[in-house]
């Protein structure tokens, strides 16, 4: 649970502009769809598709790094990596038995399928949207676990887009439906509470000292 007291203390030191832009970034964000990358190498690609995930909303970001292993680039991310949770594995495996657990559908984003193309797709169901390494795609591990695949439809020449473009596609197209639905997509009351907290934390300086004076002088 949340020490609302402590919330409140830790917004004391915040301007009215930083708390007003927390608030109104929040009731925008939504798990009901996240994001997974699966080995993405180039650098600058992972880090433009979490920018992508701030932009439209997406809390959570899932980094699959079974064979390559890199830092975020900050300034492709641009500040995103502060308001984006990152849930990293080491294995497809364990990422798609978490993500199942939670709930998750696995959406394959492919152009070789010809499952679902994005005007179709189906936003009332909670999803998990699997983006794949840059020449080679998805693994099969992760197209035969596979709830459904998504494509984009293409009417030229190129056969395919980069992930981070076809993320910020897709994650346009989908959170702007689900924004005009009747399913609940917004934060619960809890993890709404939860993000306040954790970006207090990301903002504040000496913020393990201002904790510490808090429960001292309580």
């Known amino acids: 649970m949340i020490d609302i007291k402590l919330l409140e203390h830790l917004e004391s030191f915040l ?51 079974e064979q390559n292993s890199k830092d975020i680039d900050r300034e492709i991310a641009m500040g995103a990596q502060k308001w984006v949770d990152l849930k990293r594995y080491h294995s497809v495996k364990e990422a798609l038995k978490n993500l199942k657990q939670n709930g998750y559908q696995i959406v394959a984003t492919t152009p070789h399928e010809n499952d679902c193309v994005l005007s179709e797709f189906d936003v009332t ?7 794949g390494r840059e020449t080679e795609g998805l693994s099969q591990e992760v197209l035969d676990e596979a709830d459904c695949y998504l494509k984009i439809p293409m009417v030229g020449f190129t056969e395919s887009l980069n992930i981070s473009v ?21 934060l619960t ?30």
Do not use: P
């Open 166 to 186: 076809s993320a910020a596609i897709i994650l346009q197209d989908v959170t702007s439906k689900l924004k005009s639905s009747d399913v609940a997509w917004q």
């Open 189 to 218: 009351e809890e993890e709404h509470l939860e993000k306040r907290l954790d970006w207090c934390k990301k903002t504040i300086k000496s913020y393990e000292q201002v904790v510490e004076r808090f429960y001292n002088n309580d």
């Open 15 to 65: 301007t009215d502009h930083r708390i007003e832009k927390f608030t109104k970034v929040l009731s925008q964000r939504t798990k009901h769809f996240t994001v997974a990358t699966e080995d993405v190498y180039q650098l600058h690609n992972t880090s433009a598709v979490m920018r992508s995930c701030d932009v439209f909303g997406i809390q959570e970001l899932h980094i699959i790094e």
């Open 125 to 131: 169901k909670k999803s998990c949207f699997f983006f």
